[in-house]
T-cell receptor, first 112, second 115 residues
Framework: GQQLNQSPQSMFIQEGEDVSMNCTSSSIFNTWLWYKQDPGEGPVLLIALYKAGELTSNGRLTAQFGITRKDSFLNISASIPSDVGIYFC????????????WGLGTSLAVNP | DAGITQSPRHKVTETGTPVTLRCHQTENHRYMYWYRQDPGHGLRLIHYSYGVKDTDKGEVSDGYSVSRSKTEDFLLTLESATSSQTSVYFC??????????????FGAGSRLTVL
């Protein structure tokens, strides 16, 4: 099935550093979603984006819907140990508004 | 708490045995989904439901069946479990966001091991 290209696959950073990850698609999307999954839990929605160019923040997290509608990025500022987890992007293809397309995730480790 | 309960949370079974996973929601949402999560594959949609008795296949539906006889319950059945179905299974419900997008809320997962 169709998948998003999410990068990087994994990151190991020092506490306090900023983090950036992104997702790209070969087709146009009309929604981008960013989720975080803690170990042993289900993914939890962080940010939802619905318009090209939209920039949305949620605390130390900022995400943007790319102008081409084929990409999105998520930034985390001043990382802390509880940011550890797997971050997933997901999107709704403009041609199919019912099924989400998922990235494979970015695994984030934070060294205190 | 988003009002989604999965049961059982952990199960070990033998190849060839039937297994049923249950998802229960208290949100009265129309859409419900079953995903499996495996290393290197991310989240893959198995089946979904858009109403009572209304279901459709996802990208990895072979070997799985679902039923939804009530709004609040969505059951996933493995008629004859195989080792390739060892996975973590997530149920999700759909919450409509701005523009009508289907934003999913996930349960905590059910870890299934098939020996």
């Amino acid at each position: 099935g169709q998948q998003l290209n999410q990068s990087p696959q994994s990151m190991f950073i020092q506490e306090g550093e900023d983090v950036s990850m992104n997702c790209t698609s070969s087709s146009i999307f009309n929604t981008w979603l960013w989720y975080k999954q803690d170990p042993g839990e289900g993914p939890v929605l962080l940010i939802a984006l619905y318009k090209a160019g939209e920039l949305t923040s949620n605390g130390r997290l900022t995400a943007q819907f790319g102008i081409t509608r084929k990409d999105s990025f998520l930034n985390i500022s001043a990382s802390i140990p509880s940011d550890v987890g797997i971050y997933f992007c997901a999107g709704l293809d403009a041609g199919n508004n019912r099924k989400l397309i998922w990235g494979l995730g970015t695994s984030l480790a934070v060294n205190p | 708490d988003a009002g989604i309960t999965q049961s059982p949370r952990h199960k070990v079974t033998e190849t060839g045995t039937p297994v049923t996973l249950r998802c229960h929601q208290t949100e009265n949402h129309r859409y419900m989904y079953w995903y499996r999560q495996d290393p290197g594959h991310g989240l893959r949609l198995i089946h979904y439901s858009y109403g009572v008795k209304d279901t459709d296949k996802g990208e990895v539906s072979d070997g799985y069946s679902v039923s939804r006889s009530k709004t609040e319950d969505f059951l996933l059945t493995l008629e004859s479990a195989t080792s390739s179905q060892t996975s973590v299974y997530f149920c999700a419900i759909s919450r409509t966001g701005e523009g009508g997008a289907n934003v999913l809320t996930f349960g905590a997962g059910s870890r299934l091991t098939v020996l």
